[in-house]
């Protein structure tokens, strides 16, 4: 696990005073005063995160942005300003304006200022968006709270979501409902898959995790092992106390497992005839 490895290392950097959470979840915090900024940043890079065959230029902008945007609502925070910095190839000098419709777009979505960013030439289309927000000191999820016995839960139905839509709607509507109705322990949006996405949650929270297998929701068209390991959703994965299961369910999210005690991180899937396998710790992840 080359990520969380390096990861390790950027924690034990220096971080100020004013720094409420660092590197190792899905946008650092920063207080400044009474509030508490959110500050992330996401690349979106051409064959790595997407191939031109499948992409629309303004999908390019329109998505490079909105990845960005799943972070924050991650964290349970209001995304305020956006940079961007873009690098294209000579040939596609031209499309620069398509790819900053599709930017603009989803900022007046979501009610964003453009505040800066930078522009330079590559081999690849090449995009970094950085997001600056607010979020409620008391209503901060990371993925470091899961609690023994809580339930597993997601937003949405998953796998092969690239496939079938190259848009998507970040949700920041649905971690403001939760984190102002319910106790939600832990959070994460599933860009690299659920296993490796939960681990994520289980690393830092040092449990472990059981997954039912006819539990998740699947995509049309999608099988299991998509559902597992694909990405790409950003769907919320979040964790919870089992005694709201039924109304979180009424409200349209899926309860997919439950979190276990451990000094090991660890994924199993209980399968339909209720035996108990562990999971490969696979996702997408470029390192």
Not at 90 to 119: H, N, P, T
């Amino acid at each position: 696990m080359e990520e969380l490895k390096l990861i390790q290392k950027f924690k034990k950097l220096r971080q100020d005073k004013s720094v409420y959470i660092g590197p190792g979840d899905d946008a650092a915090v920063i207080k400044s005063g009474k509030k508490y900024l959110l500050f992330c940043g996401d690349m979106f890079i051409e064959d790595v995160h997407f191939t031109i065959k499948k992409c629309k230029f303004e999908d390019i902008g329109y998505r490079a942005v909105a990845r960005t945007l799943s972070d924050v609502a991650a964290m349970a925070g209001r995304p305020k300003y956006i940079g961007v910095s873009l690098a294209l190839p000579r040939k596609y000098s031209k499309k620069a304006l398509s790819i900053l419709k599709g930017i603009r777009e989803i900022s007046e979505k979501f009610k964003l200022s453009i505040v800066g960013g930078d522009m330079s030439r590559a081999r690849k289309i090449f995009l970094d968006v950085w997001c600056l927000g607010y979020a409620e000191k008391n209503r901060i999820t990371t993925r470091s709270g899961a609690k023994d016995a809580d339930g597993i839960f997601t937003s949405g139905k998953l796998g092969c979501s690239l496939n079938g839509k190259v848009r998507f709607r970040p949700k920041i509507k649905e971690a403001q409902f939760l984190t102002r109705n319910f106790k939600i322990n832990s959070m994460i949006d599933i860009s690299d898959g659920l296993v490796l996405d939960l681990y994520r949650i289980l690393s830092e929270s040092k449990k472990q995790a059981v997954l039912f297998k006819d539990h998740i929701p699947l995509n049309p068209g999608a099988k299991i092992e998509n559902a597992l390991y694909d990405g790409e959703d950003y769907e919320l994965l979040f964790t919870s106390p089992l005694k709201n299961r039924g109304t979180l369910e009424k409200k349209g999210f899926f309860y997919i497992g439950f979190i276990k005690n451990s000094r090991k991180a660890k994924v199993s899937i209980r399968n339909t005839e209720g035996k108990t396998l562990p999971l490969k710790i696979e996702g997408y992840f470029c390192l």
